[in-house]
C-alpha cells in the first residue's frame, strides 16, 4: 500500500491531504494513502526512521524545510540554493530531499499573467521567502527588494538570493514604503503579520503575491483588489507545488491540477462556511 503524509507544527490546517487524495483519485491509484502527522524539527529523524518500503514520500510545511537538508541521503540542487526542503521521496530504500516551492510560484504568476515581472519586492526572510527569491530568478529578475523585520538578521535569504545571481536590497518592513517601487509584492509573512502594510502596498500600485490562502482574502489582497489591482492567492502556489510533488512521489505525469484546483477550493467553502456557524 503506497504512502504518503504531510508533516509539519501545527497541520491540522493543512490542504495537502484534500489535494494528493484528489489527485490520486482522479489518476486512478487505487490503494494510495496520503495522511498528516503533526512534528516538529526535534521529531523529524525519529520519524523518517519509522519508514519503510510502502512509503513513497514526505511533504514538510512549517518548520521542517530547513532541518530536513540535514536528515536526507540526498538532495537536488534546488534545495540546496533555496535553503529548505519541502519534499521527501523515498527512492530504494534512501531519502532523497526536494523543493517544489519554487515551482508553484513560478507556476502561479505565470498562470496569472505576472510571469515577466520588472521588478519586486519580497516580505519576511523564511525558507518560503527563499524560495520566492530563486523563483523571481527564475522568472527573469537580477535584482530585487527584501523587507524584513531585522535587517541584521536577513543573512540566510540574502546569500540564498546571492545563489540565484540576484543583488537585494535589503530594508526594514516599518520602512516598507522605501522599497516599494515595484511592479510585485511578494508577502511570505506569515497569517497576519502583512495586515499593517495594506495601505502602503495598495498605494504602490504593485499587483501582490500572498502567500497566505486562509482566511482569504487577508487584509493586504482585499486593499490590493480594491484599488483595483491584481492579487494571486497562496492558494495557486500550494496546488501547483503538490502537483510537482504527486510527478515526484508517484513517478508519473499528467497530474490533474483542474480536479486539485476543485477538491481544495471545495475544502476551503466548508471551512469558511463552518467558520460562521452560529454556536448553538
Given at each position: 500500500?503506497?504512502?504518503?503524509?504531510?508533516?509539519?507544527?501545527?497541520?491540522?490546517h493543512?490542504?495537502s491531504?484534500?489535494?494528493?487524495?484528489?489527485?490520486?483519485?482522479?489518476?486512478g491509484?487505487?490503494?494510495?494513502?496520503?495522511?498528516?502527522?503533526?512534528?516538529?524539527?526535534?521529531?523529524?529523524?525519529?520519524?523518517?526512521?519509522?519508514?519503510d518500503?510502502?512509503?513513497?514520500?514526505?511533504?514538510?510545511?512549517?518548520?521542517?524545510k530547513?532541518?530536513?537538508l540535514?536528515?536526507?541521503?540526498?538532495?537536488?540542487?534546488?534545495?540546496?540554493?533555496?535553503?529548505?526542503a519541502?519534499?521527501?521521496?523515498?527512492?530504494?530504500g534512501?531519502r532523497?530531499?526536494?523543493?517544489?516551492?519554487?515551482?508553484?510560484?513560478v507556476?502561479?504568476?505565470?498562470e496569472?499573467?505576472?510571469?515577466?515581472?520588472?521588478?519586486?519586492v519580497v516580505?519576511?526572510?523564511?525558507?518560503?521567502?527563499?524560495?520566492?527569491?530563486?523563483?523571481l530568478?527564475?522568472?527573469?529578475?537580477?535584482?530585487?527588494?527584501?523587507?524584513?523585520?531585522?535587517?541584521?538578521?536577513?543573512?540566510?535569504?540574502?546569500?540564498?538570493g546571492?545563489?540565484?545571481?540576484?543583488?537585494?536590497?535589503?530594508?526594514?518592513l516599518?520602512?516598507?514604503?522605501d522599497?516599494?517601487?515595484?511592479?510585485?509584492?511578494?508577502?511570505?509573512?506569515?497569517?497576519?503579520?502583512?495586515?499593517?502594510y495594506?495601505?502602503?502596498?495598495?498605494?504602490?500600485?504593485?499587483?501582490?503575491?500572498?502567500?497566505?490562502?486562509?482566511?482569504w482574502p487577508?487584509?493586504?489582497?482585499?486593499?490590493?483588489?480594491?484599488?483595483?489591482?491584481t492579487?494571486?492567492?497562496?492558494?495557486?502556489?500550494?496546488?501547483?507545488?503538490?502537483?510537482?510533488?504527486?510527478?515526484?512521489?508517484?513517478?508519473?505525469?499528467?497530474?490533474?491540477?483542474?480536479?486539485?484546483?476543485?477538491?481544495?477550493?471545495?475544502?476551503l467553502?466548508?471551512?469558511?462556511?463552518?467558520?460562521?456557524l452560529p454556536?448553538v
Amino acid at each position: 500500500m503506497p504512502r504518503a503524509a504531510v508533516l509539519g507544527k501545527p497541520i491540522a490546517h493543512s490542504l495537502s491531504p484534500v489535494l494528493h487524495r484528489a489527485a490520486y483519485a482522479a489518476m486512478g491509484l487505487d490503494g494510495w494513502v496520503y495522511e498528516s502527522f503533526e512534528c516538529d524539527e526535534t521529531g523529524l529523524w525519529g520519524f523518517l526512521e519509522t519508514l519503510d518500503e510502502d512509503w513513497a514520500g514526505l511533504s514538510l510545511t512549517m518548520p521542517l524545510k530547513r532541518t530536513a537538508l540535514k536528515l536526507v541521503d540526498t538532495v537536488s540542487e534546488l534545495a540546496v540554493a533555496v535553503g529548505g526542503a519541502n519534499t521527501i521521496v523515498m527512492r530504494d530504500g534512501r531519502r532523497h530531499g526536494d523543493n517544489t516551492d519554487v515551482y508553484g510560484i513560478v507556476a502561479a504568476l505565470t498562470e496569472a499573467g505576472l510571469g515577466a515581472p520588472g521588478s519586486a519586492v519580497v516580505l519576511g526572510g523564511g525558507a518560503t521567502a527563499a524560495s520566492a527569491l530563486a523563483a523571481l530568478a527564475e522568472l527573469g529578475l537580477t535584482k530585487a527588494g527584501l523587507a524584513v523585520r531585522n535587517p541584521e538578521r536577513a543573512a540566510e535569504s540574502v546569500a540564498a538570493g546571492e545563489r540565484f545571481g540576484l543583488t537585494l536590497r535589503v530594508g526594514a518592513l516599518d520602512r516598507l514604503p522605501d522599497l516599494l517601487e515595484a511592479d510585485l509584492v511578494v508577502s511570505t509573512l506569515p497569517g497576519i503579520a502583512a495586515d499593517p502594510y495594506a495601505g502602503q502596498i495598495a498605494a504602490c500600485g504593485a499587483a501582490l503575491f500572498d502567500v497566505v490562502y486562509a482566511p482569504w482574502p487577508t487584509a493586504c489582497a482585499a486593499a490590493v483588489e480594491a484599488s483595483g489591482g491584481t492579487v494571486v492567492s497562496g492558494f495557486d502556489m500550494l496546488v501547483h507545488q503538490a502537483v510537482r510533488q504527486v510527478e515526484l512521489m508517484t513517478g508519473r505525469t499528467g497530474v490533474p491540477v483542474e480536479a486539485m484546483r476543485a477538491a481544495g477550493e471545495a475544502e476551503l467553502a466548508h471551512r469558511a462556511s463552518e467558520a460562521v456557524l452560529p454556536e448553538v
